[in-house]
């Protein structure tokens, strides 16, 4: 096994174990080689000269921390959706068009929108929020 300090295109540093540096090559790749913190794919290993490194890792770590905070936020906010508001899968934008112009019962739905499905729920002056889909802390 080795370790590698590697860095993601929005300059996240983290550590990761691979069989051998072949490996993490491959894997890199393939884009299977995933950052903790934002779950970039462009992952690149990091040249950090020993003196900067203890730093790096430092605000690797408060990043981290902070990550995991902002999951926590996002979990609960799952939570609260999930509990509060009809799931209508990929139909979404549909419901959210009928809500908007009341052809059926006002109430608070999530599910899933393409990108081009939020956009145009937006030009029509619809509020839809987005938010990262994060497993749940209580699962
Ligand atoms: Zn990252």
């Known amino acids: ?10 300059d996240h540093v983290f550590e ?16 299977q080689v995933v950052c903790p913190i934002c779950g970039d794919t ?5 040249l950090m000269a ?8 430092k605000d690797a770590e408060k990043e981290q921390a902070q990550a995991a905070k902002v999951m926590r936020a996002l979990s609960e906010i799952r939570r609260q959706v999930e509990d509060n508001c009809d799931y209508v899968g990929p139909q979404f934008a549909e419901e959210a ?4 112009h009341g052809e059926t019962e006002e109430r608070g739905i999530y599910g899933e929108a393409t990108k081009e499905e939020s956009k145009e729920l937006a030009d029509e002056g619809i509020e839809v929020g987005v938010i990262p889909w994060v497993p749940r802390a209580d699962n």
């Open 16 to 31: 990761a174990w691979f069989p051998d540096s072949k490996t993490f090559d491959r894997q890199a790749k393939k884009k």
């Open 42 to 46: 462009r992952v690149e290993k990091a």
């Open 1 to 10: 096994m080795i370790v590698f300090d590697l860095r993601c295109a929005k």
């Open 50 to 57: 020993p003196n900067i490194s203890t730093g790096r890792k």
């Open 97 to 100: 068009r009928k809500i908007h």
